[in-house]
């Protein structure tokens, strides 16, 4: 089955190994090393970035960091620090918003551009995307680099981004699809899997040139729709459009945070300010969507002595002993920090009296809009007390603003002074919160 072709003309950008390489630029002395960024750096700390070199060398996206050592015995480690990247994604972004008004925020790390009408063809494309590769070398950091891809479709863009790493530029046409095809393997496209690539092999396709022409009636029997959508992309045919920058996605329906927690928390007496420092963390970004909580839920990790885990009412799937959940709702939807942390510590208390903890969580949950119904003025205990629902909501987003400015720690609650690096920001790669973009008026 033929569909009408897309004529339109999308961009891809790709960060390479980003957080890494922000870390090199950063740092002069981390360039040119095999460099790896893990989430905790603690031997169980997940690598979420590696460098060019390191890669080179056999590190990967989510080993240990213990594997990673054995791969590569004389990288590097450093903890991330989601603040510095986002700081260098809103300069690449703002560079970015400069060559078109049709820009997706896809990652952190990575961006679709809606070239049509802005350029002739993709010849014009590809001299517009070098002079954003040369401005971010020019006026970010001479060290990163970007690989980019330009087609008639998105799918195609992303596809184009990956064929050539680090930075470079590939352009897809309808004339050179099938020979692009021609050399990839199934699973170097967006969407085709292990799993499918097992199941496509059975209905008789080895090649994606052999899904892109053959039966669409099959493919659609033995994938349902999204058969379809992947023969269409194939062909070239415009399945997605670019979310242009202020286009809202779905509103989140819970918002939370979760650490394991070492060894050094307990020692120290620190549990209690973990969870603070969590829920805090939560509760700030949540302000940040503009939303409020109906309701709240801890979630703790006990540890035992060795032996068998107990599978009773009170486990936690993915700790390593007993524990539990235990939520509860707000007498009206809240969003400051003194009832969040409040309540947090409350719930704790439910689940805790002093044993070892190896595991935290905190979820905000049954999330909504303000309202214009006017808040009662409740009074609760703790750190709650005589203060008033308007005056706790406006301390807590004064807090936000003086942290927007001088980082996370340049205020905080009394019962988590000198807890030290625990419960680290953390980011993830489709997330793009506090990456603020500077456009032109």
Not at 416 to 441: C, H, Q, Y
Request: aromatic share 8%; proline share 5%.
């Amino acid at each position: 089955m033929h569909f009408p072709l897309s004529q339109r003309l999308i961009a891809h950008l790709d960060m390479n190994s980003f957080f890494a390489s922000v870390e090199q630029q950063a740092n002069p002395l981390l360039r040119g090393k095999p460099l790896g960024v893990c989430a905790y750096l603690h031997e169980y700390g997940c690598v979420i970035a590696a460098s060019v070199e390191a890669k080179k060398l056999g590190m990967k996206v989510g080993m240990t960091m213990s594997e990673a050592k054995q791969a590569v015995p004389n990288a590097v480690f450093v903890q991330n620090d989601p603040p510095k990247y986002r700081a260098v994604t809103s300069r690449i972004f703002t560079i970015l918003h400069e060559f078109t008004d049709r820009m997706e925020h896809y990652s952190i790390d990575e961006a679709f551009l809606d070239l049509t009408g802005w350029c002739r063809d993709a010849a014009e494309a590809s001299f517009v995307l070098s002079t954003a590769k040369r401005r971010i070398k020019e006026e970010v950091g001479d060290w990163l680099r970007c690989s980019v891809g330009i087609a008639p479709t998105r799918f195609l863009a992303k596809t184009a981004s990956d064929l050539k790493k680090p930075d470079g530029l590939t352009i897809i046409t309808h004339e050179n699809i099938d020979d692009v095809l021609s050399r990839l393997d199934l699973e170097d496209v967006c969407g085709i899997g292990p799993r499918m690539r097992r199941r496509l092999e059975k209905l008789g396709y080895k090649t994606l040139l052999q899904v892109k022409y053959g039966s669409t009636e099959n493919l659609i029997r033995a994938f349902g729709v999204n058969g379809f959508f992947l023969q269409a992309k194939l062909q070239g045919v415009d399945t997605e459009t670019v979310k242009a920058d202020g286009i809202k996605t779905a509103q989140p329906k819970s918002v939370g945070h979760s650490y394991c927690v070492p060894e050094r928390v307990n020692r120290e007496k620190n549990v209690e300010a973990t969870l603070m420092r969590l829920t805090e963390r939560a509760g700030r970004r949540m302000r940040g969507l503009g939303l409020l909580a109906n309701g709240m839920s801890v979630s703790v990790g006990l540890k035992t002595p060795d032996g068998p885990r107990p599978q009773g009412p009170f486990w936690t799937p993915g700790t390593d002993g007993p524990g539990g959940s235990v939520h509860t709702w707000f007498a009206e939807p809240s969003d400051d920090s003194f009832t969040l942390v409040g309540t947090a510590l409350d719930l704790l208390r439910e689940l805790w009296t002093g044993q070892s903890v190896n595991f935290l969580a905190v979820t905000l949950f049954e999330l909504g809009p303000p309202t214009q119904q006017t808040r009662f003025g409740l009074r609760v205990e703790g750190l709650r007390e005589e203060m008033e629902p308007e005056r706790r909501q406006a301390v807590s987003k004064a807090v936000d603003l003086i942290r927007d400015r001088y980082g996370l720690n340049a205020v905080m609650m009394g019962g988590m002074v000198g807890l030290g690096d625990e419960a680290p920001d953390r980011i993830g790669f489709r997330k793009t919160e506090g990456v603020d973009v500077a456009l032109n008026s």
